[in-house]
Every structure is written in structure tokens, then in C-alpha cells.
């Protein structure tokens, strides 16, 4: 069966380190891959899209890494702060599917002083 | 308006009732989108609609649940004979055109109509 998986226990890190959340999907050829950013009791929003032809790709403090082969994207956000503390989503557009954005449950990210 | 805007933004009913739910995208995004999000879950992903017509109703339910667009703009999700289970947060999404592998497709979410079935 298909499936994106996103650690749900929180991730805590302190200010200033790198917090790096893991997205991992099984049976899934996507087209391409993004995150978002939800803070409690609002909707998502966009942060990043990745393609299935991209590895890398970057925005202020975010990175984005997506390796196809392992089936797998990683979400890092450098110099942390505490007001990154939220819960991070990815998503995922399978190749020959239009517009059917299927999302994995979310790692929350606490960040401390 | 500025954000796509969801009303009602709770909703307590109780079981066996009916429910509407309403969406207004932002302003000349073609498609909309409703996902349903339950505690501790991601969103999952009900219709899609392109202009006035269901592209894509794979994730509705049952047929409790209907949605409709008339006008290519405000949406409106419909629940009938409501169940305890049908207890979530609905989010409406839209974007300036479907989702593909040639464009982004980033989505656009409003804040979500909490619905509660005692």
C-alpha cells in the first residue's frame, strides 16, 4: 500500500541548531514534493516544492533534499529559532495524478532558548 | 478577500443532522480543494474542483458528503445524517490553476470549519 511516513514523535532542539524533519514514501512515483508549515489551530502553508529531477533546493534558512532512490526527503531549517516551532508537513503529487496532493501526518518541531 | 475565508469556523451539531460547510477561494483561483484533518493526522484529501465541475471526488467518503460549486467560485461542502466519526476540521484550499506536473500547485489554506457531532 502507498504511504508517507513523517516521524510523529515532536523533534525538540535547541535555538541556533539545525532541525532536520524526514519525509519517507513507499509505492509513491511523485512528480514532485512539498512542505508546509502549520501552526496549531491555522491551515497549512507553503514553505517549498521539490521535483522529482531536483536534489536540492533552498529558501533563506530552509533546505530541501530529495533523493528518489531512497524514496525520501529531508527538511532542514538552520539557525532555529523559537518562533520555527510548529508542525511540518509534506506532501506528495503522484506522476499521472492532477491535482491529488496527498499529505503525511506532520512532525512538530518545538524549539527551545 | 485576501485568503481563501471558510465559515462557519466551529460547528457543533449533533448526530443525524445536516451540515454545510462554505468556502471562498481567493479570487480568480480556478481550483478548490477540501481536505479533512483529523487530531495528530495530516489533511486528507475529499474533491477537488476545476472552475464549476468535480475533477476528482475519489476522497469523499460515502454519500453522506457532497460538495458543491455553481459559480466557479465559493464552494460549499454538504454532510448529511452526521456521525460522531465525522468530527474533524475541514480545510478549504485553492490555487491558481490544478495541481500538475508543470506547474507547482502550491495550495492556499484557509483556516478551517471545526466540526463537532455530539
Known amino acids: 500500500s502507498q504511504k508517507i511516513e513523517q516521524n510523529s514523535e515532536a523533534l525538540n532542539i535547541q535555538e541556533g541548531k539545525t532541525a532536520t524533519l524526514t519525509c519517507n514514501y513507499t509505492?509513491?512515483?511523485?512528480?514532485?514534493l512539498q512542505w508546509y508549515r502549520q501552526d496549531p489551530g491555522r491551515g497549512p502553508v507553503f514553505l517549498l516544492l521539490?521535483?522529482?529531477?531536483?536534489k536540492e533546493k533552498r529558501k533563506e534558512r530552509l533546505k530541501v533534499t530529495f533523493d528518489t532512490t531512497l524514496k525520501q526527503s529531508l527538511f532542514h531549517i538552520t539557525a532555529s529559532q523559537p518562533a520555527d516551532s510548529a508542525t511540518y508537513l509534506c506532501?506528495?503529487?503522484?506522476?499521472?495524478?492532477?491535482?491529488?496532493?496527498?499529505f503525511g501526518t506532520g512532525t512538530r518541531l518545538q524549539v527551545t532558548l | 478577500g485576501a485568503g481563501v475565508s471558510q465559515t462557519p469556523s466551529n460547528k457543533v451539531t449533533e448526530k443525524g443532522k445536516y451540515v454545510e460547510l462554505r468556502c471562498d477561494p481567493i479570487?480568480?483561483?480556478?481550483?478548490l480543494y477540501w481536505y479533512r484533518q483529523s487530531l495528530g493526522q495530516g489533511p486528507e484529501f475529499l474533491i477537488y474542483?476545476?472552475?464549476?465541475?468535480?475533477?476528482?471526488d475519489s476522497g469523499l467518503p460515502n454519500d453522506r458528503f457532497f460538495a458543491v460549486r455553481p459559480e466557479g467560485s465559493v464552494s460549499t461542502l454538504k454532510i448529511q445524517r452526521t456521525e460522531r466519526g465525522d468530527s474533524a476540521v475541514y480545510l478549504c484550499?485553492?490555487?491558481?490553476?490544478?495541481?500538475?506536473?508543470?506547474?507547482?500547485?502550491?495550495?492556499?489554506f484557509g483556516e478551517g470549519s471545526r466540526l463537532t457531532v455530539l
Open positions: 484550499a485553492s490555487s491558481l490553476r490544478a495541481s500538475g506536473i508543470s506547474n507547482t500547485g502550491e495550495l492556499f
Open positions: 509505492n509513491y512515483s511523485p512528480a514532485y
Open positions: 521539490i521535483r522529482e529531477n531536483e
Open positions: 506532501a506528495l503529487l503522484k506522476t499521472g495524478t492532477a491535482s491529488k496532493l496527498t
Open positions: 479570487s480568480g483561483h480556478t481550483a
Open positions: 474542483f476545476q472552475g464549476t465541475g468535480a475533477a476528482d
